[in-house]
């Protein structure tokens, strides 16, 4: 999978669109860019994921640059609930990519109120 | 809800003991996956069953780690002779393989955090 660098941490207002970026520059053509999100003291949980297009669903929107070496999650209203580290991760999305996700320390994402 | 669950939720043990930790994944998923996460990092896959065959179990830490599951449903971690390093949260996830969305969402549980002395 490919390797992705994102900043360690971000503030955004309440009710402001957070922005959330990735680094993924050694991506595959076969790569999907996922996101996930841990709020604190619980489990993982997936937001959204996207191949070359953008994508949107009642989480986020994703963004995908033409030549897909980097991406953007957009949470449009951030809220206080939103707080939490953000993980952009990079996989394939065939059976063997079934496996174990590799995440990386991802961004702490706080919102103000 | 019957999202994937994991017990205990907090285990207390003394070094060089056994624990073992619980996990009953979402009922109609047949892929389960264990990770751990320490402080500060984000959670690191361990091994993974697609209904009772382990298909992956190279990045289990050590010979101390060991997963089962037996009949294809819920699964067991167990960690012998307990260190101080071992101290983390044990994280559980299940997926449905193949999916009809054509992707694979991992389901995770709220995880067993263990503190060994």
């Known amino acids: 999978d490919a390797k992705t660098t994102q900043p360690p941490s971000m503030d955004c207002a309440e009710g402001r669109a957070a922005n959330l970026p990735c680094n993924h520059s050694?991506?595959?053509?076969?790569?999907?860019v996922y996101w996930y999100r841990q709020i604190h003291s619980q489990g993982p949980q997936y937001i959204i994921h996207?191949?070359?297009n953008n994508e949107t669903n009642e989480m986020a929107s994703l963004i995908i640059t033409e030549d897909r070496k980097s991406s953007t999650l957009i949470l449009p209203h951030a809220t206080l609930r939103d707080t939490a580290v953000y993980y952009c991760?990079?996989?394939?999305?065939?059976?063997?990519?079934?496996?174990?996700?590799?995440f990386g320390k991802g961004t702490h994402l706080i919102i103000q109120p | 809800d019957t999202g994937v669950s994991q017990n205990p939720r907090h285990k207390i043990t003394k070094r060089g003991q056994n624990v073992t930790f619980r996990c009953d994944p979402i009922?109609?998923?047949?892929?389960l996956y264990w990770y751990r996460q320490t402080l500060g990092q984000g959670p690191e896959f361990l091994t993974y069953?697609?209904?009772?065959?382990?298909?992956?179990k190279s990045r289990l830490l050590s010979d101390r780690f060991s997963a089962e599951r037996p009949k294809g449903s819920f699964s067991t971690l167990e960690i012998q002779r307990t260190e101080q390093g071992d101290s983390a949260m044990y994280l559980c996830?299940?997926?449905?393989?193949?999916?009809?969305?054509?992707?694979?969402?991992?389901?995770f549980g709220p995880g067993t955090r263990l503190t060994v002395t």
């Open positions: 996207g191949l070359k």
């Open positions: 050694t991506i595959s053509g076969n790569e999907y």
């Open positions: 996830a299940s997926s449905l393989f193949p999916s009809y969305n054509s992707y694979y969402e991992q389901y």
């Open positions: 069953f697609q209904n009772e065959a382990q298909l992956e």
């Open positions: 991760i990079v996989r394939v999305n065939s059976g063997g990519g079934a496996d174990g996700l590799t």
């Open positions: 009922s109609e998923h047949n892929r």
